[in-house]
């Protein structure tokens, strides 16, 4: 942040005299402090009446023609389950019912939060959409998990199909507290293993 959104004129940072203890962007001119928060990122794992899970290949970047399930930022005015079905619909056309909530993945390094749910499709109507190149069902041995888009949702995933083998659904926290070395399988896998 470079100008303060109130007046316009240049923010510097420091620690506010309001007895803050933490660096803020503060305008010198008319005094408001700027508070940078956390982005909220909402999902679900959408699953069909056959237990396969719906699955879109990226058609944006970042991680563009890597797969993910339904996930975005969260808007304004929506609870995190509203928000993961409009993110279901954006990227997938399809119409979800959320259930619960399985996991929070607290990610600092890119200063975001995870809210993951478990949903169903509420019919086999899906699609590609701009998003989306590619929207398939996938069993869990058809998941390219060396293809996955980001930590999180391979994180998700193993998750959501431990709690299914084992019958027992689950709620899940996940500290994911640096970045992986690098984007391939081996280090994701060592990466997430430490991390849990």
Known sequence: MKFCSACGAEVVIRV???????????????STIHYLNPKVIVGVVPVAADGRVLMCKRNIEPRFGKWTFPAGFMELGETSGQGAAREALEE????????????????????QVYLIHRGR??????????????????????IPWEEIAFPTIYQSLRY???????G?????????????????????????????
């Open 160 to 166: 959501f199909f431990a709690d299914r083998s084992a």
């Open 92 to 111: 997938s056309q399809a119409q979800i019912a959320i259930d619960d909530l399985m996991a929070v993945i607290n990610v600092p390094y890119v200063n």
């Open 16 to 30: 506010p005299d309001d007895g803050d203890h933490l660096p803020r962007h503060v305008c010198p001119a008319c």
């Open 121 to 142: 499709l509420l019919d086999e109507q899906f699609g590609p959409t701009s998003e989306s190149s590619e929207v398939r069902l996938m069993r869990e041995d058809e």
């Open 168 to 196: 027992q659904p689950r709620f899940h926290q996940l500290d994911l507290t640096r970045r992986p070395a690098r984007a391939d399988q081996t280090e994701l896998t060592s990466w997430l293993a430490e991390a849990s």
